[in-house]
């Protein structure tokens, strides 16, 4: 049996806006297993980056359990929450958040700085991962000076440099031409057999042949099983 990266234990969110309340994410127990890549799929609104979000410990849960590896989140103060982010998860997101006035090679080293590693061993460790996505020719280029798909490797890449057991990315192909799209998810899919969990949200249905575990959300409830195949 594969460790466990992260788990929800009747997890949920609720936002309160004014008189009414809204249930992003209704009480959900589920866990996700180092070495799966596991697609996360439902509609706009549905709940998709909440469940990300708790998983990620962006948010904190309203009700219920969150556990990244074998600490339990709920209680941690935002100080330690944020060193537990740093440590133990890689964020991908649709829009690259690349930072622009930074080059590639020091985007990806930029996690390990904040993690007060010098900038010689930063620089080497980036160097390092930047040659294993074939991206060393690229290393001087800022953002704006890369394509979709070459941002979003440079984006993997810093999201891997800390070595996260957990890596969590968010519409990670919305953005970008189908064989691009199919690089970076297969890219995803390489990642999560070397002892880490992957878990990728996206509207796309097409994605589902490169995932281990699919997820469906419909208005705040999750389902391993899609809506339309139990009619
Ligand atoms: N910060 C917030 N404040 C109030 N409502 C929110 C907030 N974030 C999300 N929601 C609501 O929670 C529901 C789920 O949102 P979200 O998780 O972003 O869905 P998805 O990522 O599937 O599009 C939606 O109804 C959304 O409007
Ligand atoms: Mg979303």
New binding site residues.
């Given amino acids: 049996m594969s460790e466990i990266a992260a788990r929800l234990e009747a997890a949920g969110k609720e936002?309160k806006?004014g008189e009414s309340t809204?249930v992003?994410l209704q009480p959900t127990t589920t866990e996700f297993r180092k070495g799966e890549i596991t697609l996360i799929v439902?509609p706009?609104?549905?709940?998709?980056?909440?469940l990300l979000s708790l998983l990620g410990c962006v948010i904190y849960p309203t009700m219920g359990k969150v556990w990244v590896g074998d600490t339990r989140v709920n209680d941690l103060p935002e100080r330690e929450l944020a060193q537990l982010r740093l440590r133990q998860i890689g964020f991908v997101f649709q829009g690259f958040n690349l930072l622009a006035p930074l080059n590639a090679l020091e985007n990806v080293m930029h996690p390990l700085l904040l993690q007060g590693v010098s900038r010689h061993d930063a620089r080497k460790q980036a160097m390092e991962l930047v040659r294993t996505f074939g991206m060393e020719e690229r290393i001087h280029n800022l953002p704006r000076n890369l394509s979709g798909g070459q941002q979003q490797r440079i984006a993997i890449a810093r999201s891997l440099i800390t070595d996260p057991q957990l890596i969590l990315c968010d519409e990670p192909t919305a953005s970008l031409d189908h064989n691009s799209a199919r690089m970076v998810m297969e890219m995803l899919s390489q990642l999560s057999l070397e002892n880490r969990a992957v878990i990728v949200v996206t509207h796309d249905v097409r994605l589902k042949k490169y995932a281990d575990r699919t997820i469906y959300?419909s208005e705040g409830m999750i389902s391993d099983t899609a809506i339309e195949e139990e009619f």
């Fill in positions: 936002y806006t809204i992003a439902g706009s609104g549905s709940g998709k980056t909440t959300v």
